[in-house]
């Protein structure tokens, strides 16, 4: 694989489904995005995101769908700005970014801090608490899109359609053939029926949203274990 791969992968992304859906890295929320730079500032922290992991993944999370808390402002899935910024998470920075210089992509007014992310802060915490380099996993989401609200707004987030859902599955594929790898985790429902629908075999973990972390911790930890 090669940076090309990448490019052609970044350029893929652009054809997201039309509706209440956001393309962080095509796309600029008008509303919240601080400059008509985000875009490409999220494209940045998702290139160096994958870049950085080429050829060293060992394990892969999938989830549903990028999230307004997380992707939707850094362009990495399951990855928020103070994640990302290094700031009240507990993680440093160059665990979820290596080769550049991390920016927030929201109006500082709408979160002082940036956005924060329960579920990212977790799988980061957890994934790194069992000595995985942050090489050897990568985050991504059957439907790689922020599906939101329309009625709520950008802020806001939904499941994804069956239609959207669909849409995703080509995007799905092309990742895993970026990142082929030793163990897949399905993150939730909808990706485990995705992956299923690829023929990926996957082990299925209990989302750590709503109560969820302590079996997520002790899910991951055994499926780390067999790596070694």
């Not at 509303?31 to 999220?42: H, K, V």
Request: proline content about 7%; hydrophobic content about 40%; aromatic content about 10%.
């Amino acid at each position: 694989m090669s940076d090309q791969s990448i490019e052609k992968f970044l350029r893929r992304l652009k054809n997201s489904p039309s509706g209440a859906v956001f393309n962080p890295w095509w796309q600029v929320d008008k509303e919240n995005d601080f400059a008509p730079s985000a875009s490409r500032i999220r494209r940045e922290h998702l290139r160096a995101y994958l870049r950085e992991r080429l050829g060293k993944v060992r394990f892969a999370v999938i989830g549903e769908a990028l999230g307004y808390r997380g992707g939707h402002f850094t362009g990495i899935p399951m990855t928020s700005e103070r994640l990302l910024l290094g700031r009240k998470t507990g993680i440093a920075p160059e665990h979820s970014l290596l080769g550049i210089t991390p920016q927030r992509t929201s109006k500082p007014g709408k979160c002082p801090d940036g956005f924060s992310e329960p579920t990212a802060t977790i799988v980061w915490s957890t994934l790194l608490r069992f000595k995985l380099s942050s090489e050897e996993f990568v985050l991504w989401n059957a439907f790689p899109w922020h599906s939101f609200d329309p009625r709520r707004g950008m802020l806001s987030n939904r499941t994804p359609t069956n239609s959207e859902q669909s849409a995703g599955i080509p995007m799905l594929k092309a990742f895993l053939d970026l990142f082929p790898c030793d163990k897949v985790v399905a993150l939730g429902r909808v990706a485990a029926v995705q992956l299923k629908d690829l023929g990926v075999s996957a082990y299925y973990v209990r989302h750590p949203a709503s109560g969820g972390a302590k079996l997520f911790r002790e899910q991951i930890g055994k499926i780390v274990a067999r790596l070694n």
